[in-house]
């Protein structure tokens, strides 16, 4: 029937799907329906037209109600099993369909009409697939199994028809020659896959047939909101593409992305999770020995063993897409070739079931078919490469947490001793966490190449071979060579990067003292000798930074040479081998794709081999770390043991406290506390997460359980301890410490008190004896007591285990975060606790002072540090001595802090201390001598069994009262430690507070609305790159400019003549064919001309690499050494002001970090930068000549790139700045932990700060996933679009070249240059977003040099001022007001005096009545806005600034030495002779203490003169100013910190060696102006009284009188 229909003119268009020729056999169904193959074909459609009709429906309507029954927070949730193996199928699925929608246009080519049977169902099965998957999606987030029917029955309708269409396609004889053969059968295959599948998840989870469906529950990280990290969770293609990801970085413009934005990390990422896998394996390796294996060999094996198998997966990535990488050139060879055959016709292919099928070959060998696959290679090829990535980074970083885990909890069981005998420092520690453990990171992330790259050089080499015969091989060769001086180069680079660090190092400390002297010396006019000192020292470090430059420009240089050479050299040797050489289009460039692709792994082996050198390295310190000595641990308590530790009074806060609040050298105070019966449940206490894994071994012995009398608290029975290995430290202590009372620890320096305590705590290596902790039975447990943690209790009751003991050491040690923390350390806020411990301590007008109240951040540099824990009544007031000078503050701690607050509580308090007047207040007395107990009891029975002992007490004790009793009692504290106090903690919010609101903000941002400042976080920072730019100088910036465009156009011009070369070749062939010519060169065609040209080209082009790499080096130097040199000079003329409102660690930033950034990592980013982006445009420009078309899909894909670049580079930013500020606190958490771990331990606070670690690491760690995942978001984006541009530019090529002649060597041209795009486009946006971030330093460094200058010139000149002035000391001072910045009030209102030659003048006040800004006027260090100061007749304001200063002297209160000699501290000008220097340290009373140090006036001075005591260094302040013998002498408050005696005694030299001078003292201690000849009073900035001593004495209302009796 069918075979007599006449089609009528109305189904003329239904036919066509069969093609529309007369006489067509695709209509001949004779043999059956079934073996006619157009009828196979619209069969096949049906599968695909039921899904698309069925899905469409349901995936516009939406699901209904149902997703809402699912309570996750993210639609992520994929739960379906065989899920990731669904999505594999369906991408290899619509690989295949594109080959046959390929295949089937391809043979439609060689019939009259179109078929569209040939290739309409393919593109139907195409979209039904992606519909499939978009579908399944949908079912599965929402979680609607029900709908997998229509799924179901699409698979099984497609496999049926595949299969049928299959069978007859074997049944006619059709076999694996035909393509459409092969890829019929992968269809079957994949179908049938899919369908297994299907019924897997169907059957699998009883979805259908079954009346209760199996229920899963979402995983815990997705239904907590905090987690937004979704790479483990999303499916296959937004793991491939990050699509997840895109709301993040679009958001990242609105708002910056901080802790808060980028949540937490999902559980199988946190660094505890990882620590435990690694610990796993670490025990799994003591297993067969019984104990843990040192060395190296184990850790590798171990972290093999952890972390290994994602490592396995990203080497297979990283292999998977270098083999795509290679279908790059190979797809150019065909390309290039079929559309360079003279003679294109292909031979008819063979025709079955009425329609035309071609072999594989013939698909092949169509050049679009190739740029498809290319299109389709390169998509793969980057999303591999991408993953490999991703995978080695993400495994890295869980390594990098889990061993910083591990290196903590080692920190938490190092023996105290390797601390103290210096076997370990604090800042060893800090660099195997910062610094080691990066190493090992980046070592996985390098090590898939360790791999990969054997598998590229090899194949790479292989196929140049095919292409190229022998000459290849010597092209590698080349190569091969150069990779060893690349090695050599980045060695030396690394070698000089070292030697620059110290110089650095160096420079950075000079820095560091000239800012913090820079008030000392501005006041001496020495600015000048340190700005060289600092100048001759970075000298240095830019000699060494040359040497950087040279190897950096030569590293460059050879990246962008080698290749080049290669080319040339193996094109001469191809030339020259062959007369008849196939120098083809096809051949050239491929063979120089797969040049570019071979260098590649030979630049990174360099690198790679570095990393792997450093990790051994690394490893193996970490391994000595390791096995470093633990104390004998205690088993870690539980939380329940506290409820044991009640006082047999029954009283709830039972305590044992320690610290040391008393000004003796080596006070120590200790305070122990067992904890109330009350136990607080906590929801998830932080100690529960490391019950998991505490270490077995962890156990101390305290001894065999015995009983001890209920009173004591402590007994140690012949115990001998030591801290080395040597003889005992502390020898047969037999010492019992009574529970509920005040136990007093006395003895000389170093008899080994505070060890004492430490042997009690555990921290000492016990020799032998026994400690025992007393336990007391459980009495009443209160309410909220579960019974399974009295019955733990009860359990425990006989172990000799000591509760939390809240333990201060003598060296004071501070968290460092607010103060109101540092007092609750951790404990919930009680705030009459907390008020009654801030009375006890003193502390409210310290904290009044404070910018922020005890809100403030406390950083290294607080005077007096108080801690204090909740109500269980834990105190630690530690404190240092300097600020405890004052007896009163000791006196009020003894009597309200531990005789009031601890002993009403019955604490049990044991105090080490010199204080011997405190002894009657102790129930309780142990004196030690010689580190042994020379005698222990109440002072009643030391008198009657020590009587010689106590009479020496007595003596001491009344000694100590009459010294107690001759300090002032003005005020609790005395001005000077408020006022340092105040210095201390200066800031711009302290200033604010103090001046009001009129000072401005420093900052312009701070005033800006978000809008503005979210506008100017997406701009780039063009002006800080001007700033940059010009610092070069214009000729540098020429030449640059010039030498990068040169050299880039070159490169384009070798690239064209490789191309007019071998088209020509291509021509000269078809010509000789035409002339039958055997040889080419018969027909007059000779390849040397065009060699000549190649070979100058190159030779010109590797010259210019080099100019430009020096160049670019160049710039850099010159600019480095410019702004730092500027920088320095501005700061050294900056005003006071600018070091007063700007924190010191601000400016050094500055130098340090800022300074690095600009001297070693701009000009590479800029080289970088502008490489990449040359590259980029002549690559598009190149592809634009050969094809112009491209410049219409040029557009939309520029676009595309503009807003990739925009949104990535605001969200890298915030990114980068992010994982730099969350690594601050966690290296700080480290260095905090090393110094206060004995204060750690005592309180049995390991888990609290275990848990703060996690914290820190996992913030940082899910900071640095955040910066990869947007890092490869960026380049999987970039790479698809180069992955378009290839597309694009192949098929216009193609075109272009089959219908308008283009010749083949500018297609291939074009080509080789589309492949590379992508790479260039991703590094001039990486280079784009890091230069961003770069510029900043230029940005901060640019606006301290737009600080204003001191007025450093006078109107009178250095000449024409007298030589020995100021010769009398005479000083008027008429009608003077000072204030200290325009903006703010004057401290000085209209102040008149007059000082006759010799005079001793006094200037006594309270805090902040102006006595300090007087002294400083005298130097113009303040703004006299008003009156004039003249001495000797000669107003000083007309005077130059250098000159002023240098004439006169002062003696500052803060005593600030500089590291050197004594020497140069007294005399830096170096003008002095030694007679000099020795009678000035002999007026300081010092000439003894020097004489004995060994190099006398050359005895080094460590860095702030840290090798002298506070009063020694005063003194050499004293002979600092003496050294100079200036007419006038000025000494603020110069003997604040010299004992009484030597006061007395400095007070009379000052009087009889500067009798003949003029002498103003500004005191804070106002006895010593007694003998003044003139005494100022001060309030307020205004002189209140002013006479000789007596007189103001004689008047009754005199407020100097007042001053006086108060002293007395």
Known sequence: MISRY???????????????????????????????????????????????????????????????????????WLHFPGHNLRWLLTFVLLFILVCEIAEGIVSDGFTVSLHLHLYMPAALAFMAGITSIVYYHNIETSNFPKLLLALLIYWVLAFIMKTIKFAKYTEHGIGPRQLRYCITGLLVLLYGLLLAVEINVILGRRYMCFANPTEVKPPEDLQDLGVRFLQPFVNLLSKATYWWMNTFITSAHRRPIDLKVIGKLPIAMRALTNYIKLRQEFEEQKKPQGTAPQGPKWIWLALRKAFGRPLILSITFRIMADLLGFAGPLCISGIVHHISKDNRTIQQPMKLLGIYFISSKEFLENAYVLAVLLFIALLLQRTFLQASYYVAIETGINLRGAIQTKIYNKIMRLCTSNMSMGELTVAQICNLVAIDTNQLMWFFFLCPNLWAMPVQIILGVILLYYLLGISALIGATVIAVLAPVQYFVATKLSQTQKNTLEYSSERLKKTNELLRGIKLLKLYAWEHIFRDSVEETRGKELTSLQAFALYTSISIFMNAAIPIAAVLTTFVVHVHISENADLSPAVAFA??????????????????????????????????????????????????????????????YQAVSSSKPFPSSSSSFLSRCFQPLKVVNRKRPPRDEWNNYRSQGDQEDDGPSQEVNQDICIKITSGYFTWTDGPPTLSNVDIKIPFGKLTMIVGQVGCGKSSLLLAALGEMQRVSGTVIWNSIPILESEGDESPTDRDAAAGDQDIRKRCPVAYASQKPWLLNSSLV???????????????????????????????????????????????????????????DQRCLSDIHLSDHLMQDGILKLLREEKRTVVLVTHKLQYLPHADWIIAMKDGTIQTEGTLKDIQNSEPELFRQWKTLMHRQDREFETETVAENMTDLERKNLRRAMYSREALRTEEDEEEESLDSDDDDNLSQVMRQRATIPWRSCGTYLSSAGLLLLTLLLLSQLLKHSLMVAIDYWLAHWTSHVITTKIDASAHNCTLVKDCGFSHSWYLSVFSVLCCLGIVLCLATSVTVEWTGLKVAKELHHNLLNKIILAPMRLFETTPLGSILNRFSTDTNTIDQHIPTTLECLSRSTLLCLSALGVISYVTPVFLIALLPLAVACYFIQKYFRVASRDLQQLEDATQLPLLSHFSETVEGLSTIRALRYEPRFRQRLLQFTDANNIASLFLTAANRWLEVRMEYVGACVVLVAAVASITNSLYNQLPPGLVGLGLTYALMVSNYMNWMVRNLADMEVQLGSVKRINGLLKTEPENYEGLLSVSQVPDGWPRQGEIKIQNLSVRYDTTLKPVLKNVNAHVHPGQKVGICGRTGSGKSSFSLAFFRMVDMFEGRIVIDNIDI????????????????????????????????????????????????????????????????????????????????????????????????????SIDMATESILQKVVMTSFADRTVVTIAHRVHTILNADLVIVMKRGIILEYDRPQALLDREDSVFASFVRADK
């Open 6 to 76: 006449k089609p009528s003119p109305g189904s003329t268009m239904s036919l066509a799907f069969c093609g529309s020729e007369n006489n067509s056999s695709a209509y001949n169904v004779d043999r059956g329906i079934l073996n006619n193959g157009c009828f196979l074909d619209a069969l096949n459609v049906v599968p695909h037209v039921f899904l698309l009709f069925i899905t469409f429906p349901i995936l516009f309507i939406g699901w209904g109600s149902q997703s809402s029954k699912v309570h996750i927070h993210h639609s992520t």
């Open 821 to 879: 923390e540092n007092i609750t350390f951790e404990m919930p806020m009680i705030k009459s606790r907390y008020k009654a411990v801030i009375e006890a301590c003193s502390l409210q007008p310290d904290i009044d002072i404070l910018p922020q109240g005890d809100q403030t951040e406390i950083g290294y540099h607080l005077i007096r540090r108080t801690e204090t824990a909740d109500q269980r009544g834990q105190s630690l007031v530690p404190a």
């Open 591 to 652: 063979s120089l794709s797969l040049f570019h692709i071979l260098v590649t792994p030979l630049f990174l082996l360099s690198s790679v081999v570095r990393s792997t050198v450093k990790a051994l390295v690394s490893v193996q310190k970490l391994s000595e770390f390791f096995s470093s000595d633990e104390i004998g641990e205690e088993q870690e308590p539980k939380v329940t043991v506290s409820s044991g530790c009640s006082n047999h009074n029954q009283n709830r």
């Open 1437 to 1536: 304001s007309k005077l130059p600034l250098q000159t002023l200063r240098s004439r006169l002297s002062i003696i500052l209160q803060d005593p600030f030495l500089f590291s050197g000699t004594i020497r140069f501290n007294l005399d830096p000008e170096m003008k002095a002779t030694d007679e000099m220097l020795w009678e000035a340290l002999e007026i300081a009373q010092l000439k003894p203490v020097v004489k004995t140090l060994p190099g006398g006036l050359d005895a080094m001075v460590t860095e702030g003169g840290e090798n002298f005591s506070q009063g020694q260094r005063q003194l050499f302040c004293l002979a600092r100013a003496f050294v100079r013998k200036s007419s006038i002498l000025i000494m603020d408050e110069a003997t604040a």
